[in-house]
């Protein structure tokens, strides 16, 4: 093999494929998979406007043993190389984990190349083998955990992937990185000279302090232990594979959270950075639902401040694209609405993800993926992958799923061709959280997204940075290692990337480098502003020359204090106040956002995941001309109106909980005022026309057919109709009509509200399409000239969940449930079971009502 250091032809590839359209994971079972089923399937992912795939070749289906094929075969790659190949003629685009399941490891790895973990034995530190295997293996993939702190494992592991996929005439956008999972693993074979290289001292010689973990010396040793191994895990592990598949022409997505090591370094490596949604969050948008099963303390939920190291990465290095595993484990198996999915990727939005992956989608043949409620087969749901979310083609909501694909396209087209626009740079003191006790397996702080209740929000760092990401400052985090690449313009601004900041923020912490302090000297000599908050810090991390160290570092933040552009606080936010850092204060009243410049405009993207804030004035930090107002669901845009009191401008915004929209503030002079200067009532107070009964409600078509028609005086759960419509998922009409007495006002807007929808409804009003309400809330649009004075008649077409009838299904059919290693489970991860799940309420329950302003 060629040496890293050493240039590679760089493979043929394709026109460049959407990255605007969400991509998914597809799961490849045993890679029992063959070119026609892969063929119809990218057909069906084009046409639902996805981007593109991520390839993932995992565990297999019983009773489909002779079909599975072995991973890097002959004839795995002629089949990979067919679905590069297809999906690029339909314009999709193909990544690809570099390997197996998860994580890297597989039969090339040798015991010396394997994961491995120290041990006492006989006074001295002695490496043994974790034994992992990889999880998920897809055949021909099976085999050790590779040692991830060791760069010699990593490029004999990687010698696989050029003797085969190399070869190919086409190949991958990407290879893939997926989240550390090398549990236990806290040793490498060359660790003691590593250490001593990169410590000044030989661990052996404090190895009493080392096991002493209460001891000050003990302390310092253990962070220079896991400095050293985060450090391996950058330049050795994760540095060799990024540099590897950059020699080949390959982009990097890499899932850095996980691991032990400095996460904004380590994603910083990456072509793209990933971090990962998991479960649900807990917004207050009433009408949402979570499930009640699932466990909090045992999986943790998604939080903004850890999706923010990956994009901080990205915006400081100038990568265009950050992304997310998106949507895992929303709620069981059958139970996840697109209603439920919406908010989760606006909250990413706003955390400056700009590239969605579904997670995901199972590859199913022919014959075992039911696409559409009629169901010629009866081989539904397919495939399937342990973890909800399915995306896919049997999916209850895959015909409205080009409506979500669509939303998200439209926001994407805006967030990647746009810079961050984030005035404050808040440093990552690693060290400190080294000083504390680790929870993880093997000693170790892993930082992973899913409990940031445990390491990161605990900090000072995480308590000031949910602060001001709750008070409406923008911010990236920095890293030691990339604090040291930054530049400077003559205004004192800090350049990075695409972007550029005003002031860094260190928090209160005990540790900081010498290093560290002296590029704030630097950074403070060139005009940045520099904010301490509570106090400089005087000691340094680690143990070798620790006193003579500290006091370098006391007499560097002396200087360091004397200069006029430094503060120190014990109110960051009042400070920033007094220094002209931007605040958008509305974000006080629940609203996120993400702000960012395109050309000579500002544009925010703004979402409502709360249940505090309406319509009312807002003050933007962005000055200029109109502001726009640009909806993603509807496609429309619009001018805000605005007024001024005194010297501050401010607009109107009306943004119901689970809305989102962009603002765009235009660099021309503001129009001339048009709104009473001391107004408090904004324009469009909203009138509301309630929709009762009676209803027509018909049943249609779904499975079990139903021939049932019912008139109800008001609207409920149609499962309690009958008892078999509990079991009944499928599509069901309802009808009404009403009488607008009142005249209708041509300069007011109208929408139909439908309150609460269980799932999606496809409206007609008198007779024509007025659209299909996925999400919350669920309003619909009423078209100038649709509503008419007088008899007005609705016709709504709701289609539920597909948990109701895998309830009856699931007794009546188990086989389904035929896949190795850990089959199908449900969200607590016991064997799945919907036969005795209670009926999910279906339909439309409203109030329904005609809601007007102006």
Not at 313 to 333: F, I, M, Q, R, Y
Not at 663 to 681: E, G, I, K, N, Y
Request: charged share 20%; with cysteine.
């Amino acid at each position: 093999m060629a040496s890293l250091s050493a240039s590679a032809q760089s493979p043929a590839r394709s026109a460049k494929p959407s990255t605007t359209r969400p991509w998914t994971y597809w799961w490849w079972m045993g890679s029992a998979v063959s070119e026609a089923d892969i063929s119809r399937q990218l057909d069906q992912f084009a046409k639902a406007g996805l981007g593109g795939v991520h390839i993932i070749p995992i565990y297999g289906v019983r009773g489909y043993e002779a079909q599975s094929i072995p991973f890097l075969s002959p004839r795995w790659l002629s089949v990979f190389a067919h679905t590069v190949r297809e999906a690029h003629r339909r314009g999709l685009g193909v990544d690809l984990t570099t390997g197996t399941g998860w994580p890297f490891g597989g039969p090339n790895v040798t015991p010396d190349m394997a994961a491995r973990q120290w041990q006492l034995q006989a006074g001295q530190l002695v490496s043994k083998p974790t034994r992992q295997q990889v999880k998920r293996a897809a055949p021909g993939g099976e085999g050790p955990v590779i040692d991830p702190f060791s760069q010699s494992a990593m490029q004999q592991y990687l010698r696989r992937f050029d003797s085969t996929l190399a070869t190919l005439p086409t190949q991958p956008r990407a290879v893939y990185n997926d989240s550390y999972e090398a549990y236990g693993a806290n040793w490498t074979t060359d660790f003691p000279a590593e250490f001593r290289q990169r410590r000044g001292y030989d661990l052996s010689s404090q190895l009493a302090a080392f096991l002493d973990s209460t001891s000050t010396d003990g302390l310092r040793v253990r962070q220079d232990y896991q400095q050293t191994l985060a450090e391996l895990l950058r330049d050795a592990s994760a540095g060799t594979w990024t540099r590897w598949a950059a020699q080949r022409g390959y982009q990097t997505r890499y899932q850095a959270h996980g691991s032990p090591g400095n996460l904004i370094d380590l994603y910083a490596l990456a072509s793209i950075p990933e971090t990962e949604s998991f479960g649900s969050s807990r917004f207050p948008i009433p009408g949402l639902r979570v499930d009640e099963n699932y466990e909090i303390d045992r999986f943790g939920t998604p939080h903004p401040l850890a999706m923010k190291f990956a994009s901080s990465a990205a915006n400081l290095t100038g990568k265009p694209l950050v992304s997310s595993e998106t949507g895992t484990w929303l709620a069981d198996h059958f139970k996840v609405s697109l209603s439920q999915i919406k908010p989760q990727v606006d909250e990413l939005f706003t955390a400056g993800i700009n590239h969605i992956f579904y997670h995901g989608i199972t590859y199913s043949p022919a014959g075992q993926n039911g696409s559409n409620p009629s169901w010629p087969d009866q081989s539904w749901p397919g495939w399937l992958f342990y973890a909800s979310t399915n995306y896919g083609p049997s999916s209850h909501f895959w015909p409205q799923l080009p409506l979500l694909n669509q939303y998200i396209d439209r926001c994407q087209s805006r967030l990647q061709t746009s810079h961050p626009d984030n005035d404050l740079l808040v440093y990552f003191p690693m060290h400190d959280l080294w000083a504390t006790r680790a929870r993880s397996a093997g000693g170790l702080h892993m930082l992973e997204v899913h409990h940031v209740d445990r390491w990161l929000l605990p900090l000072p760092f995480g308590q000031l940075c949910d602060s001001l990401r709750l008070r409406g400052y923008a911010f990236d985090y920095v890293s030691d290692q990339l604090l040291s690449t930054l530049k400077t313009d003559r205004q004192g601004r800090i350049m990075a990337g695409n972007a550029s900041y005003r002031a860094v923020v260190i928090p209160r912490c005990t540790y900081l480098p010498e290093t560290t302090m002296a590029q704030l000297n630097r950074l403070a000599r060139q005009g940045v502003r520099v904010i301490f908050e509570g106090g400089l810090p005087e000691q340094v991390p680690g143990f070798y020359q620790h006193q003579a160290r500290s006091q370098t570092l006391r007499q560097l933040g002396a200087g360091l204090r004397r200069l006029p552009v430094v503060s120190v606080s014990r109110d960051v936010v009042a400070t920033l106040g007094t220094i002209g850092i931007r605040r958008e204060a509305w974000a006080s009243r629940g609203l996120l956002f993400i702000r960012k410049r395109q050309g000579d405009s500002v544009q925010y993207f703004i979402t409502n995941l709360g249940n505090q804030f309406r319509a009312g004035w807002i003050t933007l930090a962005a000055s200029g001309g109109p502001v726009i107002r640009y909806d993603p669901l509807t496609n429309q845009q619009s001018t805000l109106p605005d007024r001024r009191l005194q010297s501050t401008r401010s607009v109107w915004l009306r943004l119901e909980p689970g809305q989102s929209c962009f603002l765009t503030v235009s660099p021309a002079a503001p129009r001339p005022d048009r709104s009473p200067p001391v107004a408090s009532v904004g324009p469009g107070q909203p009138m509301a026309l309630p929709i009762g009964g009676p209803w027509q409600l018909t049943f249609m078509t779904g499975q079990p057919a139903l021939n049932l028609s019912r008139q109800v005086p008001e609207l409920t759960s149609w499962t309690t109709l009958a008892d078999s419509a509990g079991y009944f998922w499928g599509t069901v009409r309802y009808e009404t009509t009403f009488d607008l007495s009142a005249s209708i006002d041509p300069a007011a807007v109208y929408e139909l509200d439908l309150g609460s929808v269980r799932e999606v409804a496809a409206v007609r009003l008198n007779g024509k399409p007025l659209g299909t309400a996925w999400c919350l809330p669920f309003r619909l649009t009423i078209p100038a000239g649709q509503l008419k004075p007088g008899r007005n008649r609705l016709d709504i077409d709701v289609t539920n969940l597909s948990a109701n009838y895998m309830r009856l299904y699931d007794r009546q059919q188990p086989g389904w449930k035929k896949f190795h290693d850990i089959n199908i489970v449900d969200i607590r991860y016991r064997p799945f079971d919907a036969s005795r799940w209670p009926a999910e309420p279906s339909g439309l329950l409203g109030p329904v009502r005609i809601v007007s302003y102006q």
